[in-house]
């Protein structure tokens, strides 16, 4: 038996396909983008009249052309990993840092990620007038509160200040049309019948693509890529786990050598016979060359681990900490010797 999305309050389809999460009311689905601007709004503390008349909006299509990013999914792992949504596993760094250029050189702002903007405000507005929908629901994130409008009493402005942060979910009376979004996202998903969505496709409202019936949540990935992903964390979260212990035990003994070489260049008095004899032991058996060796084995191990990781900051901090303690190495003439 299907279930009533509606009386079940599971408006969004955070698993699984968006199309079948939506079959028992809808026959189709279309993933809007929210629009990047070239002002940054939350900076300017603008309202919605404001917004709209001093801020232009900017389409995917354009940033794709101005960052030679490969399409809409490049954006949407860029937009997340900038907005640190993903798991660790999932990040593209690198991605993200192309918006942060983006913003510092060109001036484009990204969009807002779990709210709707000014200006798919807006198109929304004027998709249900283009449909007929004059009464219309809105309800919160957590459906604690509803309340319902009525479009031929409201202007384009007054709808749009009718749409708090908190509207998450936006659906005519009678249930023929349907705005979603989620708290991560830069972009909404819209739900209706083909013969409705390919009217609001057609006036060109919204910038995005019609859902397909493999098409999930986490669209920006192919399915094969979130089984490689996953298998990797699993394998980069145990290494990680061993460079981690391997580290903190290599410093701690590696530390300890080093207070105790320290200690005896101080002068052969400071020490005793037995520390002397100590002292013997670990240059004539090579121990604490043994133990360097073994701690810049684990940190090269942690940058490639953090590397296929995708953790770039991880292995940049790594590496430069290898190059620290080849420095330190070289300034105490630890391989010298008695």
Known sequence: MRSDIF???????????????????????????????????????MTVQESLKSVKPIGWSQVIEAVEFFGTKEVAKALKSL??????????EDLADRLY?????????PPMEGEYDAFSKVAIYKGLKLLG?????????????????????LSEIEFTEMILPETYYIFSEDKEILFTLDWESCFFLIASSDKQLNLLIAADLFEGFLCSDETTHHWEFEADELV????????????NKVVTGLLIYSFSVVTATLVYWSYYQLGEDVMSEEHSSFRKFIYFYGIREIILFTQFITIILGVVTSLVDKRWKKAYLLAGLFILELILVGQLHIYKGP
């Not at 509803?146 to 031929?152: A, Q």
């Open 7 to 45: 009386k079940d309050h599971n408006l969004y389809p955070f698993s699984g396909s968006i199309k079948e999460h939506f079959q028992a009311h809808f026959d189709a689905a279309f993933i809007a983008l929210m629009p990047f601007t070239d002002k940054h709004l939350v900076e300017l503390d």
């Open 83 to 92: 907005n640190s949504v993903y798991e660790p596993a999932l990040e593209r």
């Open 228 to 239: 490689q992903i996953a298998k990797r964390s699993v394998v980069a979260g145990f290494l």
């Open 133 to 153: 929908k004059r009464h219309v629901v809105l309800m919160d994130e957590f459906y604690e509160g509803t309340s319902k409008i009525d479009l031929e009493k």
């Open 101 to 109: 250029d983006l913003r510092e050189e060109k001036r484009i702002f």
